[in-house]
């Protein structure tokens, strides 16, 4: 007899994903294939992670984080929004304060458009990755931040699948392509643990903000614009945060069996 768990699907700025609600219930039992069947696009629901919401406390909740391969996720900065959303209108509050992976944030929902804070207390690290010049940076996740050429540049899920596996990285990198035109970033993500690229990222956009900030100067704050949608990247009134927004959406509700 399989177990049956209900979820709720949902999506920042097209970085979608299932959440679960275990603040009251324990959570399914999820090993690396059944996270991998229910994230399939074809088998199963479809999403690039799935987010465990659980009680924690001293906080309105805590952020469990896996990624479409099973893995454990570091901290997911759109996971994070839809977190916020879906724990907000659980809790009826419009203000929260939450944990993840890599320590405490804040997050605030106005409508379809959620903020949230996300650690940038590092710095820049010019690197050369399999010939090309980027930066490296840590903002919860790790990231190696490139230009694009053309923002519908052919092959970029090869390219970012060589550089996220290099051996300069300990536990390997996201990738972040950047194109800047007419004074407006393009940016396109792959994402580790999804091993695809993504519609969008959050942390990825706090990286490439923090890199434009830091190696040309631009001033906060800062809009990208990515596949999926547009995410903003704001001083935060606490030293080493940044604010983090963005829309989400609520797709469906519905039930898997496991």
């Known amino acids: ?21 275990a603040m009251i219930e324990p959570p399914p039992e999820l090993d690396d294939n059944k996270v991998r069947e229910i994230c399939d696009r074809r088998k199963g629901v479809g999403a690039d992670g ?8 001293g906080y309105d909740f805590h952020m469990r984080y896996l ?3 099973g893995s454990e996720g570091g901290m997911c900065g759109n996971g994070a929004r839809c977190a916020v959303k879906f724990a907000g209108e659980l809790l009826n509050k419009s203000e929260l304060n939450f944990t993840a992976s890599d320590g405490e944030h804040r997050g605030w929902v106005d409508d ?65 392509f950047l194109n800047i035109k007419d004074n407006e970033f393009f940016v396109r993500t792959y994402e580790r643990g999804v091993e695809n690229e993504t519609n969008s990222c959050g942390t990825g956009a706090v990286a490439v903000a923090l890199v434009l900030n ?9 809009e990208l614009i990515f596949p999926g949608g547009r995410l903003s ?9 940044v604010i983090l927004g963005g829309a989400v959406k609520k797709v469906f509700q519905g039930s898997v069996f496991l």
């Open 214 to 222: 830091q190696t040309k100067s631009v001033d906060f704050p800062i």
């Open 233 to 241: 990247v704001d001083k935060s009134d606490i030293e080493g945060e």
């Open 112 to 176: 379809d458009s959620v903020r949230v804070t996300i650690t940038a207390n590092a710095e820049a690290d010019k690197r050369l990755v399999d010939g090309r010049e980027g930066y490296f940076i840590d903002t919860g996740s790790p990231h190696f931040v490139t230009a694009l050429n053309e923002v519908d540049e052919d092959d970029l899920i090869g390219v970012g699948r060589k550089i996220r596996f290099d051996s300069s990285f300990e536990n390997g990198a996201n990738v972040d």
């Open 67 to 69: 990624n479409a391969d």
């Open 1 to 21: 007899m399989k177990n049956k768990f209900k979820f709720t699907k949902m999506h920042g700025t097209e970085n979608d994903f299932v959440v679960i609600n």
């Open 50 to 57: 799935i987010l465990i919401i659980q009680e924690k406390p």
